[in-house]
């Protein structure tokens, strides 16, 4: 298949240029199904399995830790999760985007663009040209870009000109936010993946109209409700009527809300603090796994995604602990990934990332890829915080950490390096 945007009358791809025109077509009520495409990248599409009565985008997740999927987005659910966040943001603005735009995060910079009339410009993924805001505007960022353009005076000068800048896609460490902040950008967090149509939960905060639940234990909330810990749903509070919209257009302003449930309060109503697997009910969900009704069956529970994080609700806001799999065995303790990763991030900011490998005695074991520090170096920082069982048994040096396209770590691509050229202690 040539770089055309045509399979079928129904079913299109956009690559590059043609992406602009068959969103808004489809946004604007063509009927058809878009498939966004990374321009590098062959595709071919069985138009047999996309459902017939579907209109939207197919679109795949990063597969930062694992296979990529192809996810279907409704119109209603992209146009709907596009207004909750203008509506939590404060308002319409021009969209900047440094991300991929076959990518979920990219893709809805470009549908908050769309549905409101306002322009949309993709730019570097360094910020190299990115203009300063003349009129309220957005732009969204992975944590990785932010790092890197904060030691430029003049791009943290020009964020600084935006109503808000939206992190997402891994989490954000404290110091490199409040470093931001300082520098006078607005940074608003995001929790969300290509399931919900990106951010559904901005700076621990669910959208309008998300829930967030926390089940204890592995199990499906289908069969197990009971296991269905305290809740928080949010409304806006500032707007009366949804069809007229009116705004606070100064460059700060954000959206007040206020929890509509007191699921937190405990017997005696103090607020209580809860952790598990987060399970998000949106109107946002993806329709379905493209041709894979079976894996579909395994996270989604009719409006109900079952996602693969851990998460701790306090005072109203959601916390992002971990990856549910970020937990291995070693000599028979329990290792978190996720807290290695942590340390790692505070000590040595974007030179180091942890996985596991198995091991025939130890059961696994956890293993660095390095863009500095010797595998010494790396344990003298860690071993006042980890148990022995934690201690990182193997290294692969790296000139930089292989990332996705959308800025994660590519654990996948990190496991096959070290496969073949890693070094163990």
């Not at 509506?87 to 991300?99: I, S, V």
């Not at 663009?113 to 410009?121: C, E, K, N, P, W």
């Not at 809300?257 to 109503?269: L, M």
């Not at 000599?331 to 996720?338: A, E, I, T």
Request: hydrophobic share 35%.
């Amino acid at each position: 298949m040539g770089h055309n945007d045509l399979v079928s009358s129904r079913v299109r791809v956009a690559r590059g240029e043609t992406a602009a025109r068959e969103i808004e077509a489809m946004l604007g009520g063509s009927g058809t199904v878009v498939r966004l495409v990374d321009p590098g990248k062959p595709i071919e599409i069985d138009e047999q399995v996309v459902p017939e009565d579907f209109t939207g985008v197919l679109v795949n997740t990063s597969g930062s830790t694992g296979t990529p999927k192809t996810v279907m987005l409704s119109r209603k659910a992209l146009m709907t999760a596009a207004q909750a966040g203008i509506d939590r943001l404060g308002g319409p603005g021009e969209w900047a985007n440094p991300l991929p735009g076959w990518y979920v995060a990219g893709l809805m910079t470009r549908v908050r663009a769309m549905i409101v009339g306002r322009s949309y410009t993709e730019v570097s993924p360094h910020l190299e040209g990115l203009q300063p805001a003349r009129s309220r505007s957005y732009i969204s960022l992975v944590p990785a870009q932010l790092h890197q353009t904060l030691s430029n005076a003049e791009i943290r000068q020009t964020l600084a000109s935006y109503a808000a800048v939206l992190i997402g896609g891994a989490r954000l460490d404290r110091v490199l936010r409040t470093h931001a902040e300082q520098s006078g950008i607005t940074i608003v967090t995001t929790y969300g993946m290509s399931e919900t149509c990106g951010g559904v939960v901005y700076d621990g905060i669910p959208l309008d109209g998300v829930m967030i639940d926390l089940i204890d234990g592995a199990a499906s909330p289908l069969h197990q409700e009971e296991e269905l810990s305290h809740s928080v749903r949010c409304r806006q509070i500032h707007v009366s009527d949804p069809q007229k919209r009116e705004y606070d257009d100064t460059r700060s302003h954000v959206t007040t809300i206020v929890p509509t449930s007191a699921a937190y309060e405990g017997p005696n109503g103090q607020e209580t603090t809860r952790e598990g697997r987060i399970l998000i009910t949106t109107p946002t969900i993806f329709d379905g796994y493209l041709g894979d009704p079976e894996l579909t069956a395994t996270v989604r529970y009719g409006d109900s995604l079952l996602t693969h994080d851990r998460g701790r609700l306090t005072d109203n806001q959601l916390t992002i602990l971990r990856r549910i799999d970020d937990v291995v065995q070693s000599g028979g303790k329990n290792v978190d990934l996720s807290q290695i990763q942590l340390l790692l991030d505070k000590e040595f900011p974007h030179q180091v990332a942890c996985f596991a490998e198995p091991d025939p005695v130890w059961g696994s074991t956890v293993i660095v890829a390095s863009a500095g520090p010797n595998l010494d170096e790396i344990w003298d920082k860690l071993q006042h915080h980890l148990d022995s069982a934690a201690r990182p048994r193997g290294i692969l040096r790296v000139d930089a950490l292989p990332r996705t396209s959308s800025g994660k770590i590519d654990r996948e691509q990190v496991a096959k390096m070290w496969r073949n050229r890693g070094e163990r202690a």
